[in-house]
């Protein structure tokens, strides 16, 4: 159990020493058993945490040393049960609640993943519940170092694992290899080829024989950078010799995009009238415990979650509250500016994402509108230029004609 957990069933008290033997009244206390901690000094005075039970023997550390001690108040379950000792219905359930509390902090409600971005969390959770790490298990008995070193085992992409247990909650940490770099053999021919069609925009050659030029039309597929380059003797050409060709290859690629918006239109809004739903959170596993009838026509509208904290320690559950709204459909209307409008922001989306998916940079765009019946239609032409270029092993050359 966390020693923050401990300490507010047991009880505690914040205490305020001052004088001018401080040090040796810690000294005396701790050589009598009293645990301290939470000290803050604060000018001539410190203050700090002690068990309840404990004022006694501090007080008589207090007269041996000459120092004045200051109870500032008493904390913890034995607190509450004192204040509310009149009410033994509320200090009965209040008691039934803590140990509950201690039960199930004994086990583990959340194992959470660190670190992971090639490999997926849901597989190492997994690895880590076939061996005995997942929700609902004893903390008792667990060996976190062997788990981990297991994992270094199973998973070649993972160079380091560390697994920290706070509350109920583990932390599985991870540091992922350094991905091989994918490197082409110098000896081996290579040629860039068009990944896609275009119109050429630029060329620029690293290593090997530009094919195309500014302004010419390719397709995907074609070789745009030979592997070929002449060796010559001044103005002579005495040979040739094969290399990896590289380089950068921008098209230019013209898309056709459209925006439609209608006039009058049918909306599905939300109403006042609401219904709440009510579920348990206990580790990963969620308990509903209330949810109203008849929810035809209701759609949700909002979720929270309400999660219990003592000090640093999360409690292994919680409560969530779900809103339900009746929807309903609204006809609306919209004036031919507005559909135009709508119509824009759809067109506008479109071609975001198309730049998002391509890579390529804007060149040119025009649009054209038009309003007819009951729809608004925006209409846009895209001149976007994207690097088409890809290197390919040029298979039809022998290893052994490669001249370095």
């Known amino acids: 159990m966390p020693a923050s957990m401990w300490n507010y069933i047991r009880g505690f008290s914040v205490i305020c020493v001052t004088g001018l033997s401080v040090e040796k009244f810690m000294n005396m206390a701790a050589a009598g ?40 108040g008493e904390y913890g379950l034995p607190a509450v049960l004192k204040k509310y000792s009149n009410r033994k219905g509320y200090a009965a359930g209040l008691t039934a609640f803590s140990l509950c509390l201690y039960i199930m902090s004994a086990f583990v409600w959340t194992v959470s993943v660190v670190g992971a971005e090639r490999i997926d969390e849901k597989d190492i959770i997994e ?20 788990i981990g070193e297991e994992l270094l085992l199973e998973y070649d992409d993972i160079s380091w694992v560390s697994i920290d247990m706070k509350g109920t909650g583990v932390t599985v940490n991870i540091v992922e290899t350094i991905p091989e770099t994918e490197y082409v053999e110098r000896e081996r021919p290579m040629e860039v080829v068009a990944s896609s069609g275009g119109v050429i925009e630029s060329v620029a050659v690293s290593a090997g024989t530009a094919l195309v030029k500014e302004g010419d039309e390719v397709k995907e597929g074609d070789v745009l950078i030979s592997c070929s380059v002449a060796l010559r ?86 409560i969530t509250e779900t809103v ?22 759809r067109l506008d989306d479109k071609l975001t994402a198309l730049l998002a998916e391509t890579g390529g940079e804007l060149r040119e765009f025009s649009s054209a509108e038009s309003v007819s019946g009951n729809e608004a239609v925006i209409t846009g032409e895209a001149l976007i230029s994207v690097r088409i270029d890809e290197q390919k092993e040029a298979d039809y050359i022998h290893h052994e004609e490669v001249i370095e």
């Not at 058993?33 to 001539?44: L, Y």
């Not at 009746?326 to 824009?344: I, N, S, V």
């Open 33 to 72: 058993g009293v645990i301290i901690w939470d000290v803050r000094p604060d000018g001539s005075r410190i203050e700090m945490k002690v068990p309840s039970g404990s004022e006694k023997r501090l007080k008589e550390y207090a007269l041996k040393t000459g120092c004045r001690l200051e109870f500032l």
């Open 127 to 146: 690895s880590c519940r076939q061996r005995g790490l997942a929700p609902g298990k004893l903390k008792n008995g667990l060996d976190l170092y062997a």
């Open 233 to 318: 003797d001044g103005e002579e050409i005495k040979g040739e010799k094969y290399v990896a060709a590289s380089g950068e290859v921008r098209a230019l690629q013209r898309y056709e995009l459209e925006g439609r918006a209608a006039l009058v239109y049918n909306e599905k809004v939300f109403t006042e009238k609401t219904k709440k739903d009510y579920s348990v959170n206990i580790g990963e596993n969620n308990i509903n415990v209330f949810s109203p009838p008849d929810m035809d026509g209701y759609d949700m509208l909002s979720s929270d979650s309400l999660v219990f904290k003592i000090g640093d320690y999360i409690l292994p559950f919680g």
């Open 324 to 345: 339900y709204a009746k929807t309903e459909t609204q006809r609306r209307q919209r004036t031919a500016e507005e559909a135009l409008e709508a119509a824009g922001k």
